[in-house]
């Protein structure tokens, strides 16, 4: 053990130029590390939204943004999944045959416009006049809607009703089925809104 004396104040110099030196470290790279962060700008022009599905029980719907646009994520009930098909013959495009590119991604072009027959993806502004519909997931007569009505969506403004998988009924003002955004499962319970294609 060497006899040297500890020059104290060295010491404490030593001490406080590394705490400075950590602190600075830390200042620079907390604005670095939040550039990898969306901006809200970048947000707005379609950076795409990772959302958590697993606290959403079934029959009930969550609402994200993405470029702007109220994004509904619907986890529906074994019930209204075996509902879609009967609703065929009453839909203005049952099978999301107009304008599929813009409106129904490949892998949605099904009874459920869907990945999973329980969760619905769609951005919910009524393809009339912009408007956003309103919930009418209870089944049964309801004022403005059919006695046989199975659930859907109603928009209020001029009455267009599309079925729970944003399927637009006949004879309605709005010309189209409401709009599957791209998407894709992260896992499970983790969703992206905005892109669909793995790197």
């Given at each position: 053990?060497?006899?040297?004396?500890?020059?104290?104040?060295?010491?404490?110099?030593?001490?406080?130029?590394?705490?400075?030196?950590?602190?600075?470290?830390?200042?620079?790279?907390?604005?670095?590390?939040?550039?990898?962060?969306?901006?809200?700008?970048?947000?707005?022009?379609?950076?795409?939204?990772?959302?958590?599905?697993?606290?959403?029980?079934?029959?009930?719907?969550l609402?994200?943004?993405?470029?702007?646009?109220?994004?509904?994520?619907?986890?529906?009930?074994?019930?209204?999944?075996?509902?879609?098909?009967?609703?065929?013959?009453?839909?203005?495009?049952?099978?999301?045959?107009?304008?599929?590119?813009?409106?129904?991604?490949?892998?949605?072009?099904?009874?459920?416009?869907?990945?999973?027959?329980?969760?619905?993806?769609?951005?919910?502004?009524?393809?009339?006049?912009?408007?956003?519909?309103?919930?009418?997931?209870?089944?049964?007569a309801?004022?403005?809607?059919?006695?046989?009505w199975?659930?859907?969506?109603?928009?209020?403004?001029?009455?267009?009703t599309?079925?729970m998988?944003?399927?637009?009924?006949?004879?309605?003002?709005?010309?189209?089925?409401?709009?599957?955004?791209?998407?894709?499962?992260?896992?499970?319970?983790?969703?992206?809104?905005?892109?669909?294609?793995?790197?």
């Open positions: 053990m060497s006899d040297t004396p500890v020059d104290t104040s060295k010491r404490t110099w030593l001490i406080a130029s590394g705490c400075a030196g950590a602190v600075g470290g830390v200042a620079t790279a907390v604005p670095f590390v939040s550039t990898f962060e969306p901006s809200e700008r970048a947000k707005a022009a379609g950076a795409a939204v990772e959302v958590d599905i697993s606290g959403i029980k079934p029959g009930e719907k609402t994200v943004e993405w470029r702007g646009k109220p994004v509904w994520i619907v986890r529906r009930t074994p019930e209204q999944v075996a509902e879609l098909p009967k609703n065929d013959a009453q839909l203005a495009d049952p099978k999301s045959q107009r304008k599929p590119d813009e409106l129904t991604p490949s892998y949605a072009r099904n009874e459920g416009r869907s990945i999973k027959p329980e969760v619905f993806v769609a951005v919910g502004i009524c393809s009339h006049l912009g408007c956003s519909p309103s919930d009418r997931f209870q089944p049964g309801q004022p403005s809607l059919p006695d046989d199975a659930g859907g969506f109603l928009c209020p403004c001029h009455g267009s599309f079925d998988a944003g399927r637009v009924y006949k004879n309605k003002p709005a010309p189209d089925n409401l709009e599957v955004p791209p998407h894709m499962y992260l896992s499970e319970t983790k969703l992206l809104i905005g892109e669909d294609k793995k790197a």
